[in-house]
């Protein structure tokens, strides 16, 4: 099994920032396509960005101009930087990448209160 592993969530104040990092458990994993959902209570997992192996983007209209997704391509990495944060941001995250199969990370916590 291949896991992806995520690191970064946390708590943090409105207007804050926070650094999500995805990495797959293997070496010799590749993607074609990464990046993050996430999921508040009561709602529907929802898309945050992903980006393509052409470093091609997709952003939530919500999230556009705050976030920005990247990737590395050697290490098949995907990082989501979360700038200007805000309550609305509060959810779990899960790294997501499309390979041969799709594969979701356990989540991280990301809360933004005062």
């Known amino acids: 099994q291949v896991q992806l592993v995520e690191s970064g969530g946390g708590l943090v104040q409105p207007g804050g920032f926070l650094r999500l990092s995805c990495a797959p458990s293997?070496?010799?994993?590749?993607?074609?396509?990464m990046g993050w959902y996430r999921q508040a209570p009561g709602k529907q997992r929802e898309l945050v960005a992903v980006?393509?192996?052409?470093?091609?983007?997709n952003y939530a209209d919500s999230v556009k101009g705050r976030f920005t997704i990247s990737r590395d391509n050697a290490k098949n990495t995907v990082v989501l930087q979360m700038n200007s944060l805000k309550p609305e941001d509060t959810a779990v995250y899960y790294c997501?990448?499309?390979?041969?199969?799709?594969?979701w990370g356990p989540g991280t916590q990301v809360t933004v209160s005062s």
């Open positions: 980006i393509s192996k052409d470093d091609t983007t």
């Open positions: 293997a070496n010799t994993f590749s993607s074609s396509t």
């Open positions: 997501y990448a499309l390979s041969r199969a799709h594969y």
